[in-house]
């Protein structure tokens, strides 16, 4: 399979303009279902991921037990606070609201946080039957969706899974030894079987289309990535960007890894790959935009 992969020209050629005439909801509305009582940063990381990466208004789904530590947070997005259950996950009734708010959002992100179990795997399982927007699946939609990876055979809207090599273990059924081995062979049978997008996570992390007839490898990135928050902040960054790119979750995934692992980069020499933290990256992503927009001189 041949692979391509993004340098700063062609990430500058790839990224959408802007639209001078544009407002908030041109600029797309995305919709964020994360957290629970544990999980509570993930909801943070995920949302401003998404706001820096140009959306225009962004709805944050969670459990209604988070809403004074979130609030207290987050400024610019709107709240879903949702009906808690007592493990202090999204309960299961809240699956009317969640499903009606996705069908007025142009891309829709579940998974970070969320935990497992009857009400996120039913919230999950329920998405991917009737969403009829692009669906992005990380973290915890992803443990939920391996205990019958065939429901993504159900799916009626495009959809992108994030895992990183555990959790693609645990949905395929291989060791994380086995992938290791050979990531794109793992990501291209994947996709082919599925009919998903794929963004497998790692060194050198794989994006396969739907169709696995394209191919992306991403080259930024270091081991500052390496710390829980980081996948949390990425799926925010790619949730932001779908809406410039008319849903397209692919082009959005290959732009999104390469801005991700960017804002590691440019910071590494500051803060070192000891001591990055995802919240720093996101921090740095206006630095990594402007740097993009400028491009390269040939």
């Known amino acids: 399979m041949v692979y391509k992969s993004l340098d700063l020209n062609t990430a500058n050629a790839m990224l959408p303009k802007r639209d001078l005439n544009g407002n908030k909801g041109t600029f797309g509305k995305v919709l964020l279902i994360c957290g629970s009582k544990n999980m509570v940063g993930c909801c943070a990381l995920a949302t401003e991921g998404a706001l820096r990466c140009g959306a225009g208004l962004v709805t944050l789904a969670f459990p209604d037990v988070l809403y004074n530590s979130l609030t207290a947070r ?55 039957e009737h969403c009829s927007k692009p669906l992005i699946l990380d973290a915890d939609a992803l443990n939920c969706l391996s205990l019958c990876p065939d429901y993504l055979k159900k799916a009626k809207a495009p959809i992108l899974l994030t895992p990183h090599p555990g959790e693609m273990a645990r949905l395929t059924g291989k060791s994380i030894e086995e992938i290791e081995k050979d990531r794109l062979k793992t990501a291209v049978d994947f996709c082919k079987e599925y009919k998903v997008n794929l963004l497998l996570k790692g060194h050198e992390t794989v994006i396969c289309s739907s169709e696995a007839d394209n191919v992306y490898i991403n080259k930024t990135g270091n081991t500052g990535l390496s710390k829980g928050g980081a996948g949390d902040l990425l799926s925010g960054i790619i949730s932001g960007l779908t809406p410039a790119f008319k849903g397209d979750l692919f082009k959005s995934a290959v732009l999104g890894a390469f801005v991700h692992g960017m804002t590691s980069d440019v910071l590494k020499e500051t803060y070192s790959e000891y001591s990055l933290l995802p919240t720093d990256c996101a921090k740095a992503l206006p630095q990594v935009f402007s740097i993009i927009e400028k491009g390269v001189a040939d």
């Not at 709107?78 to 009734?93: A, E, H, K, Q, V």
């Not at 970070?112 to 009400?119: M, N, V």
């Open 74 to 128: 987050l400024t610019e997005n709107l709240f879903l606070p949702l009906p808690t259950d007592d493990r202090g996950f999204i309960d299961y009734t809240a699956l009317p609201t969640v499903l009606d708010a996705a069908e007025k959002a142009d891309v829709v992100m579940v998974g970070c946080g969320i935990g497992t179990g009857f009400a996120p795997s039913l919230i999950t399982t329920s998405l991917i």
